[in-house]
């Protein structure tokens, strides 16, 4: 009798990391440019989702605001729909691993390099009183995150692309100093979504950090305000709805429509044919409504339950810790540093 075929030994499901700082109440920017798909990655990745609120005191916070923003991020993640059962959930403080490895990985990183860093050039002008040193090594604590679990792919949107770049030039200079270490992560940015642009300034990103609210809608904001805030949104005066040169301000509008309805921009420039932008905008603002409305009720029942959110943190603190001191043992040891028994 012919022997039954050996089953190939199940390959392992490849990794996912992400993170969102707890510096403000998120924005429909993060939530469409990242967390929509965290969320449908979750399914078919090995996935790991932080707040990163170590990343969040290179700007100054308030205490209790920032007690506050990180209870909130931590319940929006289950919002969002991750099942803390399948990805693992935690709060990046709560896993030491992460502050050790950027140490060690700052000695391996130049001076030269972190320079260049377009967001540390951003966020110092921004903060002219406040140019710490924690904002600059600010993208090798996000390298630890990422090679800590050796992720294979991180979701985010695109002003982070520079980021995963310094993380993967770290990670390969680490393997050929010593030998293979760290997984060399790949970014994943979704094709749309992926630059949510002020709804007062479509030159700029939508930040929740704007001093403007009425440029950002917050995943937060009542139905009301999100479709007040999107009929005040700046256009062109060509009053038709298209994409095209010249019209960043509708561009981004159709990106959002776009995220939230699956419709291409033929599509919405076709079914908005001689169609005023008021009418537009009323399109734009309930769609957005309708893509918050269940993130908003899952929320709202999460928040004030206080032990399962310290559950939460407390299992996926546990679960991330396992991995990260696997990583953080493995590149000590290869260093030489003499590891406690
Ligand atoms: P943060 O907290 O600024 O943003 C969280 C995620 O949202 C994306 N995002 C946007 N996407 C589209 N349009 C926008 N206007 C917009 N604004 C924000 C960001 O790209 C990000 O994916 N440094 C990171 C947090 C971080 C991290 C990590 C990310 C820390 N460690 C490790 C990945 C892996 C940050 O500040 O994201």
Redesign the pocket.
Known sequence: MANEPIPAAPERKKRI?????P?GI??L??Y????KNWKKLADEFDGAF?V?DL?AITVRQDPATFRKQINQVLALLLAIGLDPEQSIVFI?SHVPAHAQLAWVLNCYTQFGEMSRMT?FKDKSAAHADNVNVGLFA??V??AA??LLYQ?DL???????KQ??EI?RDIANRFNTVYSPTFTVPEPYIGKQ?????SLQNPAK????SDPNPKSYVSVFDEPAVIAKKIKSAVTDCEGAVYYGDGKDGINNLMGIYSCCTGLSYDQIAHDFAGKGYGEFKAAVADAVVEELRPVKERFDRIINDKSYLEDVAARGAARASRIANRTLQKAMKKIGFVLPK
Request: proline fraction near 7%; include cysteine; glycine fraction near 8%.
């Open positions: 990391l992400s993170c969102i700082q510096s998120p924005t920017g993060n469409l440019g990242a967390l932080a990163a990343h990046q967001q600010y993208p604590l996000m995150d990422i992720a991180v979701p985010v949107g695109a002003d982070q980021h995963l993380a979504g992926a630059r949510v642009m990103k939508m930040s929740k």
